[in-house]
């Protein structure tokens, strides 16, 4: 069995010992004609995460815990990535969960089925944790897309990274030989991924909800979250890829990345220095010539 795997579902923790159990229990819970391994790169928790990942592998032996000290969360993710050994890799972050027993079956068989198609998302609840609100993630529904269309599409917030949600996410591994340079700095781990799995043909999405985002203080897109860093780092991260896409979307991303100029620099004019707002508001008009006329 531990090498027939059809499917390895890559997880990564780093301090999860209050949600990693019922993480597991969803995955394992996975209804499937195949066999699945479950891939876990533990980023030096300093709780009890490594311990109970630890019981559960007495139990299961399609489990594969990887210890790879505190090395940082995008290189601990390209890690549990590069160790899957499927046909195919499902993500689920060590905080969220699954609700849908038939999941992975589903995506598995919808991937069968289409050979043009090299990703695909299910939908997704987001919680709350500390008010309990729940909705949905994804109301403005895309079916299929290339490159282009991900990168055009926008969430209810008007905001754009975001066709799905990590949980949800399933690809065809084996796609990417080595993964680019700057996806092991400060970026967010998801988004990098689309678009590099993106290079290979077209993502689809599956309007049935069937994960579980949690939206908690912990969280890494909670953590220490402010408008300056978020938009520094998405500055980064679209120069990147317009850059690993030979400039061929530059009208889409350009504007985007003026847009977060923008915010930012208003940002450090209102809260930090003017001086040093200047120069991105300045950036953000030759990203985007038009920034003053659509925020005016």
Not at 126 to 148: L, P
Not at 206 to 215: G, Q
Not at 227 to 240: D, S
């Amino acid at each position: 069995m531990k090498n027939n795997f059809k499917v390895s579902v890559a997880v990564t923790t780093y301090n999860m010992e209050a949600y990693v159990g019922e993480m597991l229990e969803s995955v394992l819970m996975q209804k499937t004609t195949f066999p699945f391994e479950i891939v876990i790169c533990d980023d030096g928790s300093e709780d009890g995460t490594r311990d109970i990942i630890a019981q559960y592998q007495k139990k299961h032996d399609n489990i594969r815990l990887i210890c790879t000290g505190h090395i940082g969360k995008m290189p601990n993710f390209i890690r549990s990535l590069q160790e899957c050994k499927g046909k195919y890799i499902a993500l689920c972050d060590g905080d969220d969960y699954w609700i849908d027993e038939n999941k992975l079956q589903m995506q598995y068989d919808f991937m069968e089925s289409r050979s043009d198609i090299v990703a695909c998302w299910t939908n997704t609840w987001v919680i709350d944790q500390k008010t309990g609100e729940k909705k949905v993630a994804k109301t403005h529904i895309w079916d299929e897309a290339s490159t282009e269309g991900l990168l055009m599409h926008k969430d209810d917030d008007n905001i754009q990274m975001s066709p799905g949600h990590t949980s949800a996410y399933f690809y065809r591994n084996g796609l990417v030989k080595e993964y680019p340079k700057w996806m092991y700095g400060d970026v967010m781990t998801d988004f990098p991924l689309y678009m590099l799995i993106s290079h290979y043909g077209k993502a689809k999405f599956i309007n049935v909800i069937t994960t579980v985002y949690r939206l908690h203080a912990e969280g890494v897109s909670s953590k220490g979250w402010s408008p300056e860093k978020a938009n520094r780092r998405k500055v980064f991260v679209y120069k990147n890829v317009n850059r690993d896409f030979d400039y061929k979307f530059k009208k889409i991303i350009n504007p985007i990345i003026g847009e977060s100029y923008w915010i930012w620099g208003k940002y450090v004019f209102k809260n930090k220095s003017k001086l040093r707002a200047i120069p991105l508001l300045l950036k953000a008009f030759i990203y985007k010539p038009r920034i003053i006329v659509d925020y005016i």
